[in-house]
DNA sequence: AGTTAGCACTCGGCACACGAGAGTGCTAAC
DNA sequence: GTTAGCACTCTCGTGTGCCGAGTGCTAACT
């Protein structure tokens, strides 16, 4: 629907006080509080207007407007203006990064502790999803008598480990040969593949080996399962207590849901590029019924990876989480390209 | 202070009766609960005796009698009867925590699940400090061209790994010289010596492979720092939420210190063995106020380690969770015991 | 046709009162 | 030391009345 530039105005003004005050916005506050000079029964007749199309709601008959969630939908893809971080936040978020950039994990950690630290809201971010990651190369060490540790780098370069028990006593001839032959049997394996009855005919190739291998291959099998999922780093789960408007109620919907892995995983990565803001009902979720969701996919090398998101309340700065979002998202994509190092 | 048998009784029944129902006790119900056979005057002699001896207090003159801290701190001393999980309940933790004993962290991880779910409450563990640790051994392995990884095995048969940056080109021949070099220097080394100055001194000891070790030695240093703190898991902070008698004010708090980890270590820590609950004022927290800790101390080769505990609201199940968190203390320390190894 | 002034109207929030019910403390008798 | 009886106190839910904010409507104006 097409509005006029005074319904515009107005709108926004609602919007905006709204999302200041928490308070319905009444025709006379608004006229105080923007620049428009018309009287107040003209802003009352737009008003009934935008409440009749769906934009405004009255809790009731003797209050002021408040926007709906089809109002505050209007008011970010027409009327909001992003606000980036200043020059300073910028400054104080680039160097926080560039100092955890040691790994990816690291890094997406640290993105969700600074996106939280600067909104008060919770951060989520996603490490990048590792489709088509293949088996680059295996280690086995000997970490005790009998423990040893299995480290896999895939061909996107990243590099995951597991302790494992083994009933022999571990000696470093043995994790020399137990490597060697894994390596052998697995480099260039698509971690997809690394499937139960894939490492049972791998297993049955190694003769009299076998006796050494198995716990070595459940390992790799579990970091192979563990690579492909999508880690997830949350940051200020705790301020879901102090957010504005949001009631016991909420706050256990939000943090039942962010309990699940998967579900915050698949929610955040159903959208394919750039920033997108979901608000209540939009999240498709009844436990984020009164709750708002902003995400960016982050890029590597030019292709949609992990997702950095900002989960917060109905009532929020839409323009300054949403460029807050966006500019970290782009951050950590920028120094993951430059990480990228096989 | 001594009471006699028949307040023992009334004073068992209050409690009792307020931590079923949250509502305070009146004369008639507890005679009807209980196997009393006195009037309902006697009894509300003796509540008020127990009254004014701080045991119990009214919240309003028309209601019944609730136990004070001092009340529940004399329950808990003097009439609780430890309840120990059922045959079931412990035959199912000892099969789930058997099938998490690879690692220490994985085991204490799973035990705090066990018991948050066990109780409804939030659980913690804390991994076994690491006074004394000695660096056993250091493996360094390649993990793309200018990544690396370090793992350090200590005395205590914990493992530790970090990935670093190098700004030369990894190959097979630089990580195993290096490796072979940092054993020789850094083996048998407690990790509370491995501080900057230190660490100088043995980078100034290796001549032309000083360009090499730089970034190692970081990581090194990084990791045995990381492997002296005590690590917490923490399960079923969502629960808080769904405490009873918890109120938001005592939510956030709960959330908020549970947010500093070196808080939670040192509070756990401050008592030396066995089974201890605090309740409100004695946690000595003002964020704490109105929670119970229950923690156990559980022992390695019979030696005091790491700690068990359960954080709740004021109005719990002590007996039941007492005996919850005794059983699982023990149960850890019985499986570390079988993973020694050196 | 759009804008404005005026005015009656609606409704939430607050204070207050009132009765019912639960549970007590006190007194006098056992 | 224990008990029965009774007056008392306090919470909680319900109902009433008033205030004020903000509206919708109508009629007049540009």
New interface residues.
Partial sequence: MELGERKKKILRAIVEGYIATGEPVGSKTLLQETGISVSPATVRNDMADLTRDGFLYQPHTSAGRAPTQTGIRYYIDNLMELKAPSQRACDYINQKLSSCA??PENLLRCAAELLSDYTGFCAVTTTPPSDGARIH?I?I?G?????A?A?L?TTT?M?R?????CNFVVTAEITEVLQKVLNKALSGVPLSEMSKPFMQTVAASFGELLLFTPQALVALMDIAQQAQEIQLCTAG??RI??MPDVD?HT??GL??F??SSEQVAKLLFSHKNGLRTLIGTECRHPELLRCTLISARYEIQGVTAGSVALFGPMRMDYAQCAGAVGYIAKAVGNLLDEMV??
């Fill in positions: 040691d790994t190369r280690h060490l970490t005790g008598r009998h423990t540790m480290v780098v370069g590099v480990s597991k302790l494992f028990r789960q705790q207590l102090f016991v706050a256990r943090l039942s962010q309990q190092d096989i």
